[in-house]
């Protein structure tokens, strides 16, 4: 028998989130380990359930929810989205501009595979959020990432980002607030990059999936608000601020001058089709999602459990010596640096792989978010203040042994 051989498509496609040392961690788990999680923003298995409301309002609605919906979805899920974009000030969306998805991550897939040809090249922010480098890689692009600058709060840096353009650039991604940095970009720096994606006719993808998970008051601002005349995807669920993922929702929203994109916007409807339609019983949690009591304000709010448990993993990883850390604005991250005179780690990977045999902790290394060093590692603040100090307590315990090795 010949070998059954992957698609040449995937060689350079990567998703280490899910990758081998999540692999061995399940091993263990197998073995009878309990295993310390920091690696995944799935809210749910740490106590943080989507809110009862969405969740009887889609058990209602299961009785109708058994056909197939529109292709783009519901019609009232739609329209809560449309709703959504006027609160954020993006101009002119209608309807048939709302496409429904099984998650953020099957429109990301979705967007890239109606866009580009092979050798058509993608500005990605390093570090990213893995899926969009792997959606391009599918869809026989090219990924370019632009360098994020960690002494500035992890905002892109402009002429990094300036320097990868190049004939074959067809869009932008900017993802903010930003997973894996928490970074939250000013108004500022948003027409910055508006105003690239314009001077070189880029389309932008903004991922903006935490657009509520937001620390310090802070609030968001939706790119495309700032963009009329750009064309601009903008992606956005329920899996993170409604603590929804499991339901698998979210929705694009295409914005800004539509006029040249038709051809583009006709191979969105055919690949929107070709999966007949997303799932539909979520569908029914949008708009109520969207319409409802917002309680992630009482999570990310001084005193709720989200900030409190950003701070305590703030202050103790800031106190491990060798390590710093930019302190998140918003999103479920933190991405620690280590201090490579300290710490001259060779394989990210290996790395944590050791913390996870010798400690039971389990984090993904920063080159998984194409981090360019490795120097870096994510760390996800869901866990509650007792496991969060257990957890960190054992990764400064690990760093301790192997900076004395
Ligand atoms: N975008 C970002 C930045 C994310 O962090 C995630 C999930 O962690 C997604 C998209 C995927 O979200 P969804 O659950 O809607 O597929």
Known sequence: MRPL??????ANVCY??????????????????????????????????????????????????????????????????VHYTQQKQIKGVGIDDVYIGNGVSELIV?????????????LVPAPDYPLWTA???????????????????????????RSKITPNTKALVVINPNNPTGALYP????????????????????????????????????????????LCLTFNGLSKAYRACGYRTGWMVVSGDK?????????LNLLASMRLCANVPAQYAIQT??????????????????????????????????????????????????DPKLYPVVDDQQLILELLQEEKVLLVQGTGFNWPRPDHFRVVFLP?????????GRIARFLDHYRKR
């Not at 979705?110 to 993608?122: S, T």
């Not at 599918?138 to 500035?152: F, Q």
């Not at 500022?188 to 999936?209: F, K, N, P, S, W």
């Not at 001084?302 to 950003?310: A, D, F, I």
Request: hydrophobic share 40%; proline share 4%; with cysteine.
């Open 187 to 230: 108004d500022d720096m948003l027409r910055e990059l508006v105003e690239i994606a314009r001077q070189h006719q880029l389309i932008i993808c903004a991922d903006e999936i935490y657009d509520k998970v937001l620390f310090d008051g802070l609030s968001h601002t939706s790119i495309a608000a700032l963009a009329d005349d750009v």
């Open 16 to 81: 280490d989130i899910r990758g081998p040392v999540m692999a061995q961690a399940k091993l263990m788990e197998e073995e009878g380990h309990r295993i310390i999680k920091l690696n995944i923003g799935n809210t749910a298995p740490f106590g943080l359930e989507a809110p009862d409301e969405i969740l009887q309002d889609m058990i209602r609605n299961l009785p109708q929810a058994s056909g197939y919906s529109d292709s783009k979805g519901l019609f009232s899920a739609r329209k809560a989205v």
């Open 5 to 10: 051989v992957k698609s040449s498509k995937l």
């Open 110 to 122: 979705m967007a890239m595979q109606a866009l580009l040809n092979d050798g058509d090249e993608v």
């Open 289 to 338: 999602a969207l319409g409802g009591y917002q309680s992630i304000n009482e999570l990310v709010s001084p005193g709720g459990r989200l900030r409190k448990q950003r701070d305590l993993a703030y202050d103790l990883f800031s106190a491990i010596p060798g390590v710093s850390v930019v302190k998140p604005k918003g999103a479920l991250y933190l991405f620690p640096k280590l």
């Open 384 to 392: 509650n203040m007792d496991d969060l100090s257990e957890a960190i």
């Open 259 to 267: 006029r040249h994109a038709q051809d583009y916007i006709e191979g």
């Open 135 to 161: 959606a391009i890689a599918l869809s026989g692009g090219t990924p370019r990432h632009y360098i994020c600058d960690e002494g500035s709060d992890w905002l892109p840096d402009l002429d990094d980002l």
